[in-house]
Protein backbone atom coordinates (compact mmCIF):
# COMPACT_ATOMS: atom_id res chain seq x y z
CA UNK A 1 0.00 0.00 0.00
CA UNK A 2 1.29 3.48 -1.15
CA UNK A 3 1.63 5.78 1.98
CA UNK A 4 0.23 9.29 1.08
CA UNK A 5 1.22 12.32 3.63
CA UNK A 6 -1.81 14.41 2.34
CA UNK A 7 -4.70 11.96 3.45
CA UNK A 8 -2.94 12.50 6.95
CA UNK A 9 -3.37 16.32 6.66
CA UNK A 10 -6.28 16.08 5.08
CA UNK A 11 -7.49 13.83 8.22
CA UNK A 12 -5.96 16.27 10.80
CA UNK A 13 -7.66 19.24 8.76
CA UNK A 14 -10.66 17.35 9.26
CA UNK A 15 -10.86 16.37 12.85
CA UNK A 16 -9.53 20.42 13.65
CA UNK A 17 -13.01 21.26 11.86
CA UNK A 18 -15.15 19.34 13.80
CA UNK A 19 -13.47 20.53 16.91
CA UNK A 20 -14.08 23.81 15.53
CA UNK A 21 -10.53 24.38 15.78
CA UNK A 22 -9.39 27.28 13.07
CA UNK A 23 -5.97 28.68 12.35
CA UNK A 24 -7.52 30.42 8.87
CA UNK A 25 -6.47 33.98 8.11
CA UNK A 26 -3.91 33.77 11.58
CA UNK A 27 -0.69 34.78 11.15
CA UNK A 28 1.31 31.79 13.51
CA UNK A 29 5.04 31.51 14.01
CA UNK A 30 6.19 27.99 13.83
CA UNK A 31 9.79 27.81 15.22
CA UNK A 32 11.39 24.60 14.38
CA UNK A 33 9.18 24.54 11.63
CA UNK A 34 11.41 22.24 9.45
CA UNK A 35 11.82 19.44 11.91
CA UNK A 36 9.31 16.15 12.34
CA UNK A 37 6.48 17.85 14.34
CA UNK A 38 6.97 21.42 13.36
CA UNK A 39 6.34 20.40 9.34
CA UNK A 40 3.77 18.50 10.16
CA UNK A 41 1.93 21.70 11.65
CA UNK A 42 3.07 24.19 8.69
CA UNK A 43 1.21 21.76 6.42
CA UNK A 44 -1.98 21.46 8.54
CA UNK A 45 -1.64 25.56 8.71
CA UNK A 46 -1.45 25.99 5.18
CA UNK A 47 -3.99 24.03 4.50
CA UNK A 48 -6.19 25.87 6.86
CA UNK A 49 -5.28 28.72 4.94
CA UNK A 50 -3.35 30.68 7.85
CA UNK A 51 0.10 32.10 6.79
CA UNK A 52 2.15 30.33 8.33
CA UNK A 53 5.80 31.59 9.17
CA UNK A 54 8.33 28.82 9.57
CA UNK A 55 11.73 29.90 11.04
CA UNK A 56 14.41 27.11 11.85
CA UNK A 57 18.10 27.12 11.64
CA UNK A 58 18.16 23.76 10.10
CA UNK A 59 20.49 22.53 12.62
CA UNK A 60 18.33 19.35 12.81
CA UNK A 61 15.73 20.04 10.91
CA UNK A 62 15.62 19.25 6.83
CA UNK A 63 14.73 21.90 4.06
CA UNK A 64 12.93 18.93 2.27
CA UNK A 65 10.35 18.57 4.76
CA UNK A 66 8.91 22.33 3.95
CA UNK A 67 10.24 22.29 0.15
CA UNK A 68 6.38 21.36 -0.84
CA UNK A 69 5.36 24.63 0.72
CA UNK A 70 7.94 27.39 -0.60
CA UNK A 71 6.19 28.51 -3.87
CA UNK A 72 2.74 29.13 -1.66
CA UNK A 73 1.78 32.58 -1.34
CA UNK A 74 0.62 31.98 2.64
CA UNK A 75 3.96 30.11 3.55
CA UNK A 76 7.77 32.17 4.23
CA UNK A 77 10.84 30.72 5.27
CA UNK A 78 13.07 32.42 7.40
CA UNK A 79 16.62 30.60 8.19
CA UNK A 80 17.33 31.84 11.65
CA UNK A 81 18.70 30.47 15.13
CA UNK A 82 15.71 31.76 17.59
CA UNK A 83 18.09 32.07 20.86
CA UNK A 84 19.38 35.43 18.81
CA UNK A 85 16.88 38.28 19.19
CA UNK A 86 14.26 38.68 15.60
CA UNK A 87 12.48 41.31 15.55
CA UNK A 88 9.37 41.51 13.39
CA UNK A 89 7.66 44.94 12.03
CA UNK A 90 10.98 46.54 12.40
CA UNK A 91 13.48 47.72 9.21
CA UNK A 92 16.28 48.22 11.98
CA UNK A 93 17.41 47.06 15.17
CA UNK A 94 20.56 47.23 16.67
CA UNK A 95 20.17 43.87 18.69
CA UNK A 96 18.99 41.54 15.45
CA UNK A 97 17.75 40.92 12.03
CA UNK A 98 14.68 42.56 10.94
CA UNK A 99 11.43 41.03 9.37
CA UNK A 100 10.26 44.70 8.56
CA UNK A 101 7.34 42.89 6.52
CA UNK A 102 5.41 41.07 9.11
CA UNK A 103 3.89 43.70 11.35
CA UNK A 104 1.74 41.34 13.22
CA UNK A 105 1.71 37.83 14.57
CA UNK A 106 -1.63 35.90 16.25
CA UNK A 107 0.23 33.02 17.13
CA UNK A 108 3.48 31.52 18.06
CA UNK A 109 3.76 27.91 17.94
CA UNK A 110 7.32 27.10 19.50
CA UNK A 111 8.94 24.03 18.22
CA UNK A 112 12.38 24.74 17.61
CA UNK A 113 14.76 22.79 20.20
CA UNK A 114 16.64 19.70 19.72
CA UNK A 115 14.65 16.94 20.60
CA UNK A 116 17.06 14.29 22.01
CA UNK A 117 18.72 15.37 25.71
CA UNK A 118 22.05 14.52 24.62
CA UNK A 119 21.94 16.79 21.85
CA UNK A 120 19.69 19.35 23.79
CA UNK A 121 22.61 19.25 27.00
CA UNK A 122 25.54 19.63 24.28
CA UNK A 123 23.55 22.75 22.53
CA UNK A 124 22.99 24.22 25.78
CA UNK A 125 26.91 24.19 26.85
CA UNK A 126 28.20 25.60 23.49
CA UNK A 127 25.91 28.56 23.29
CA UNK A 128 26.91 29.69 27.09
CA UNK A 129 30.70 29.26 25.62
CA UNK A 130 29.63 31.35 22.66
CA UNK A 131 27.77 33.75 25.40
CA UNK A 132 30.53 34.08 27.34
CA UNK A 133 32.67 35.10 24.26
CA UNK A 134 30.50 37.89 22.92
CA UNK A 135 32.25 41.36 23.56
CA UNK A 136 30.71 43.13 25.89
CA UNK A 137 28.35 46.08 24.73
CA UNK A 138 29.95 48.90 26.84
CA UNK A 139 33.43 47.21 25.04
CA UNK A 140 32.07 47.87 21.47
CA UNK A 141 30.83 51.66 22.46
CA UNK A 142 34.65 52.53 23.88
CA UNK A 143 36.38 51.25 20.84
N1 LIG B 1 9.10 13.90 18.06
C1 LIG B 1 8.42 13.56 19.15
O1 LIG B 1 7.83 12.47 19.25
C2 LIG B 1 8.31 14.51 20.33
C3 LIG B 1 7.53 14.16 21.43
C4 LIG B 1 7.40 15.05 22.50
C5 LIG B 1 8.06 16.27 22.46
N2 LIG B 1 8.83 16.59 21.38
C6 LIG B 1 9.49 17.89 21.39
O2 LIG B 1 9.02 18.66 20.28
C7 LIG B 1 10.10 19.46 19.77
C8 LIG B 1 10.33 19.15 18.29
O3 LIG B 1 10.63 17.79 18.14
P1 LIG B 1 10.93 17.13 16.71
O4 LIG B 1 10.83 15.67 16.86
O5 LIG B 1 10.09 17.81 15.66
O6 LIG B 1 12.48 17.51 16.55
P2 LIG B 1 13.24 17.97 15.25
O7 LIG B 1 14.70 17.93 15.57
O8 LIG B 1 12.79 17.22 14.05
O9 LIG B 1 12.75 19.48 15.11
C9 LIG B 1 13.30 20.54 15.83
C10 LIG B 1 13.51 21.66 14.83
O10 LIG B 1 13.98 22.81 15.53
C11 LIG B 1 15.06 23.37 14.79
N3 LIG B 1 15.88 24.07 15.77
C12 LIG B 1 16.58 23.57 16.81
N4 LIG B 1 17.19 24.54 17.49
C13 LIG B 1 16.86 25.71 16.86
C14 LIG B 1 17.16 27.07 17.10
N5 LIG B 1 17.95 27.44 18.12
N6 LIG B 1 16.64 28.02 16.26
C15 LIG B 1 15.85 27.66 15.24
N7 LIG B 1 15.50 26.37 14.97
C16 LIG B 1 16.01 25.41 15.77
C17 LIG B 1 15.75 22.20 14.13
O11 LIG B 1 16.52 22.55 13.00
C18 LIG B 1 14.56 21.33 13.76
O12 LIG B 1 14.04 21.66 12.50
C19 LIG B 1 11.33 19.14 20.63
O13 LIG B 1 11.40 20.10 21.67
C20 LIG B 1 11.00 17.78 21.22
O14 LIG B 1 11.65 17.56 22.45
C21 LIG B 1 8.96 15.73 20.33
Redesign the pocket.
Known amino acids: MNYNINQDIQEIVKRLKNENISFEDKKVLV?????????WVCDVLIEQGAYCIC????????PE?VLHLMEKDNFRFIN????YPIYFGMSYHPLGICIGDIKKIDIVMH?????SPFE?KE?LINRKKEISNLPSFSSNRDS
Open positions: TGGAGFLGSLDNLSSGRNHDISMASRAFE
